[in-house]
């Protein structure tokens, strides 16, 4: 039986580097500014934070592997070897203190893209042996149950009785030839059942054909958290496969932002080779049938409101306008935070550190960001795009008891469609 | 010229006087070289006094690899002025170029002055010594190196009289096909004092000796052994075009508007600021002017190696090589080791994903 | 005969040659050995283009972020000031100008040297400044390590040498100017092995950052 070993994560490292990465480090002037805007330094203060600090293993092999200088210093016995102890010693930070949310990404002088180096370097980390528990099982879950939440069709199918008990409407499973295939999130599916009833609503006034798969509705990616690109590919080969097979044009990725950089950015180059279909985020999807009427909506929020931007689907998604426009569609007082758009603050659950149990205290420190981000808006209700930005942000409200909820865009669309039995 | 006997009587005044120099002009000339030579005003009696007491030295005059530019700036005849005048007061015992006699006479001549004034007579050589071989340059049949450490032998002190002397000069320059030295490589025990130039300023000359014969001593030297009071401070200093320098005012060509207005000439490869000499202040052809007033950069020619310190008309700035031809040659050596560090790292990257080994979830734990 | 002059034309000459080849050498070495590592192809539909939006980042990075401004002013401003002062005093002082006439057939109006002067005693009290604060900022201070201070002194030295011989501060000139020659001679020869190639480097960092940002259809 195989394992993870020291030389296999050096060798991840080795395959990892390419001329983007190798121009990021060759740039860093090590002025410290990415530590400013990241969650992990300002909200504890410690400099082991520093975004590329978290890079020290990715660098070392970097410069005493890929550069002539640095091959020199090592020959010489001037550089220090990226061995099990350096590994372990990183682990916490390169998983427990990032949640690869990119806000790094955004402010450094000479444009290094760190969190995309960050993502690279767990490669190495995880093919070492050097990955959280809670992400090692959340990962053995995903690929031998299909959810990394340990979530079994069984289960899916009991909700999807009470969504088709409480909309009236069905919901289509496993149809060929419709054009839209949607993904749910584990989440989604245990803790927020509404999302799937708002879209059998809203699809069903804007008569979009469409279908949920038994054997692909898991939309998150336990591989891309971790950083192994060989279980991310077997996931999200998944759910390629069933879409291919049922020949939809379109998968939908649900409120969940991991789980869209997995399907619709990381994807095609796991399996290396285009798409037969397309992927688009549902706010990309309901943003579509607003501009082109097909949504229709009455009456508005009255509570004040601001909008969560997910990192995945904001900052690193590209999903930026969409969610503002069809927030606005439902709702009269809607304040920006103070950081928002590309340069909103992580809710400090990304990337997978809501699946590491030990980085839960660290988890809970950082979220005094979203918090005082709150605290300036004084609002009735937050709105965001993920399922897990949404746990968390709760989690962390409830931790400063703070009494505000938090809703999800697209069950908030719902509950404004026009002539919806639901809402009359 | 070489008659020593008499002249010995004579103080300096006298023969001044004879001269048709008053003793007005005398104190002025006393004057002006305490001031040439940073001294306190009130020294200038003290210089009138032991110049009228001033018996003539002896001084033997050795050219070795010169051009006789030396002689000529020293010896050049104007209207009589104190600065010659000095020097037809001092004992000029040997100069193959101005003496009258010639051959052994000459060499007999040198000889006698040597065991008259031993220990007493002053050397003063123009030209650089030849060390490649003595053949390049003889004089009677003597090596210039021989005559030098012959003559020096029982002299009081040395004057380098220009650059070549000074530190090689224009022999000395690269490929320096004669080995040409200064005197100071050679003359390690007795004073030497460097007048530097090409030529150098008379004033300087006479006012070494002037120091000479008022104090008994030489003057204070600067770490290349040239007297402090002129070579002390740069040509850049004590130029009257500093402002524009400073102002970034800078004549770009010979005859465009900033040359015409007299605008720093850096640009044109003055030489100013790395040449310390007193040419701003003493001047040249009794005062008139000096090459910067004239329109034209400094050479630098009070200094080592100025012959090899790049084109007299390239700013100081510039380095000496051809270094965009080697910039070219540099960048194809570089992009070929580049391409083969290139391909080191390719195969290395390479290798890597041949020897990647697909993580599975059985493999996520480290068994030892 | 070792005199100053001769110490002079030494730079000036061998050591300027020996310089300017290592620097050419290591420069194309280092960006070869970076860009022929090369990109997989993306195969993800793109959103966005990445040409434009990587042009776009590689000027817009010129200014800070508004929020990390607010947060590390100090890193910002200071970085400006002697960013911009070490490029006024080596792009703008006449001497330098001749200097790059000669090398590159280019050549533009430069400044009066008092100004210049001027700027480069602020260049040297920042970069003073900035070494205070690389010691004392526990970010910084972690980050740092030999390379960070040896690339401060080979960026210091040429200003403050520079600064020494403007104002003959060293007698005789030659070896102050020799000096100053010397010390960029050396800031030559260490740049390519250092962080100093950042100078060239950013170039493709910041395009990168904007082209794979922007293929996802954000501006970085």
Redesign the interface.
């Known amino acids: 039986m195989s394992e993870a070993t020291l030389e296999r994560g050096l060798n991840a490292f080795r395959e990892q580097m390419n001329a983007p990465i190798a121009s990021f480090f060759s740039s860093c002037v090590n002025c410290g500014m990415c530590a400013e805007a990241c969650l992990f330094y300002t909200e504890t203060g410690d400099p082991k934070y520093t975004p590329i600090n978290k890079l020290e293993p990715f660098r070392r092999i970097w410069e005493q592997e890929y550069t002539l200088w640095g091959r020199v210093k090592s020959w010489l016995g001037l550089s220090r070897p990226v061995d099990d102890e350096l590994l372990q010693a990183w682990e916490p930070l390169i998983y427990d203190g990032c949640t690869l949310c990119g806000r790094c990404s955004m402010v450094c002088p000479v444009g290094n893209d760190i969190s995309y180096m960050i993502r690279c370097a767990r490669e190495g980390f995880v093919a070492a042996g050097y990955a959280p528990d809670g992400m090692k099982n959340a990962s053995r879950r995903a690929v031998t149950i299909g959810s990394p939440m340990g979530v079994k069709y069984p289960a899916l199918a009991a909700q999807i009785k009470h969504v088709e008990a409480d909309t009236g409407l069905s919901i289509p499973m496993d149809v060929e030839g419709v054009d839209y295939m949607a993904l749910l999130s584990s989440m989604e599916i245990m803790n927020f059942p509404e999302y799937l009833g708002a879209l059998a609503r809203i699809f069903k006034q804007a008569g979009i054909t469409w279908t949920l798969c038994s054997e692909a509705f898991e939309a998150t990616n336990s591989g891309i958290q971790i950083g192994s690109s060989d279980i991310a590919k077997e996931l999200v080969n998944r759910v390629v496969v069933a879409a291919e097979r049922l020949k939809v044009k379109y998968v939908i990725s649900p409120e969940c932002g991991h789980a869209y950089t997995a399907i619709r950015w990381e994807g095609p180059n796991l399996i290396g080779r285009p798409y037969h279909f397309k992927v688009v985020h549902i706010l990309e999807l309901l943003e579509e049938l607003r501009s082109s009427g097909r949504l229709k909506t009455e009456g508005f929020e009255e509570a004040r409101l601001t909008f969560h931007d997910p990192c995945q689907i904001v900052r690193k998604g590209g999903v930026l306008e969409q969610p503002r426009n069809l927030l606005n569609m439902v709702a009269g007082d809607v304040v920006e935070m103070s950081d928002h758009r590309e340069m909103n603050w992580c809710c400090g659950g990304g990337g997978g550190v809501s699946a590491i149990e030990r980085a839960e205290a660290l988890r809970l420190k950082v979220f005094t960001r979203k918090k005082s981000q709150l605290e300036e808006l004084n609002v009735d209700t937050l709105v965001t795009a993920c399922a897990n930005c949404r746990l968390i942000i709760e989690e962390g409200l409830e931790e400063y008891r703070m009494e505000i909820p938090v809703v999800g865009l697209t069950e908030m669309i719902a509950e404004h469609l026009v002539g919806d039995e639901k809402n009359e | 010229m070489a008659e020593t006997g008499k002249g010995m009587e004579k103080t300096l005044v006298q023969s001044l006087r004879e001269s048709g120099v008053s003793r007005r002009g005398f104190l002025k000339f006393c004057t002006a070289t305490a001031s040439m030579m940073a001294l306190p005003p009130n020294m200038a009696p003290a210089i009138a006094q032991a110049l009228e007491k001033a018996r003539r030295p002896s001084v033997i005059w050795l050219s070795f690899q010169e051009c006789t530019g030396c002689t000529e700036s020293l010896t050049r005849s104007h209207s009589p002025t104190v600065e010659n005048l000095i020097f037809e007061h001092i004992s000029l015992d040997y100069h193959h170029t101005l003496q009258a006699a010639a051959g052994e006479g000459a060499e007999a001549a040198r000889e006698a002055a040597m065991a008259e004034n031993e220990g007493q007579y002053i050397v003063v050589v123009d030209g650089s010594i030849p060390l490649g071989n003595p053949g390049y340059s003889t004089i009677a049949g003597i090596s210039n190196l021989q005559m030098l450490e012959e003559t020096v032998a029982g002299a009081a002190a040395v004057v380098a009289v220009g650059t070549c002397a000074a530190f090689g000069g224009l022999p000395h320059a690269k490929p320096n096909p004669t080995g040409a030295v200064s005197v100071s490589e050679i003359v390690k025990d007795k004073p030497v004092v460097n007048v530097s130039g090409c030529p150098p300023i008379p004033t300087v000359i006479t006012g070494v000796l002037a120091h000479f014969l008022t104090f008994g001593s030489l003057p204070e030297l600067d770490a290349l052994g040239r007297p402090m009071a002129f070579f002390g401070k740069s040509i850049h200093d004590r130029c009257y075009r500093r402002p524009f320098y400073d102002k970034g005012l800078y004549a770009e060509t010979f005859d465009d508007e900033g040359a015409r207005k007299g605008w720093c000439l850096y640009r044109l490869g003055c030489k100013g600021p790395m040449a310390y000499n007193a040419c701003a202040t003493a001047k040249w052809n009794r005062g008139t002017s000096w090459p910067v007033e004239s329109g034209h950069g400094c050479l630098g020619c009070s200094e080592p190696d100025f012959w090899d310190a790049g084109g007299f008309y390239n700013a100081l700035s510039i380095p000496d090589s051809d270094i965009t031809r080697q910039a070219v040659y540099v960048a194809g050596a570089g992009i070929a080791l580049g391409a083969v560090a290139g391909a080191v790292n390719r195969s290395k990257q390479a290798r890597a994903r041949e020897e990647h080994e697909p993580v599975t979830i059985d493999d996520l734990d480290k068994r030892s | 005969?070792s005199?100053?002059?001769?110490f002079?034309?030494w730079v000036?000459?061998p050591g300027?040659?020996i310089a300017?080849?290592v620097f050419?050498?290591?420069?194309?070495?280092?960006?070869?050995?970076?860009?022929?590592?090369?990109?997989?192809p993306?195969?993800?539909?793109p959103?966005?283009a990445e040409l434009g939006a990587g042009l776009r980042?590689?000027l817009t990075?010129t200014l800070?972020?508004q929020?990390?401004f607010k947060?590390?002013p100090f890193?910002?401003v200071g970085?400006y000031i002697w960013h911009i002062g070490f490029f006024i005093s080596l792009l703008f002082f006449?001497?330098?100008i001749?200097?790059i006439d000669?090398?590159?057939?280019l050549s533009w109006p430069?400044?009066?040297?008092?100004?210049i002067d001027a700027v480069a005693a602020v260049t040297l009290v920042t970069l003073i400044a900035m070494l205070f604060s690389r010691l004392t900022?526990?970010?910084?201070?972690?980050?740092?390590g030999p390379e960070?201070y040896l690339?401060w002194l080979v960026t210091f030295l040429p200003i403050l040498t520079g600064y020494l011989a403007y104002h003959?501060m060293i007698e005789?000139?030659?070896l102050v100017?020799g000096l100053h020659i010397l010390s960029v001679e050396i800031l030559m020869v260490v740049f390519?092995?250092t962080?100093l190639?950042?100078a060239f480097?950013?170039i493709?960092?910041?395009?990168?950052?904007?082209a794979?940002?922007g293929r996802?259809?954000?501006?970085?």
């Open positions: 005969m005199t100053p002059v001769d002079l034309l000036r000459g300027f040659d300017l080849a050419i050498i290591g420069i194309l070495i280092r960006l070869l050995e970076m860009l022929m590592l090369g990109r997989k993306d195969y993800a539909e959103r966005g980042t590689l990075r800070p972020e929020g990390t947060r590390s890193t910002v970085g006449v001497p330098h001749e200097l000669a090398v590159i057939g430069g400044i009066a040297g008092n100004l900022h526990p970010v910084k201070r972690l980050l740092s960070d690339s003959r005789p000139y030659p100017l390519p092995f962080k190639m950042h480097t950013f493709m960092a910041r395009w990168y950052n904007g794979m940002a996802r259809g954000v501006q970085s």
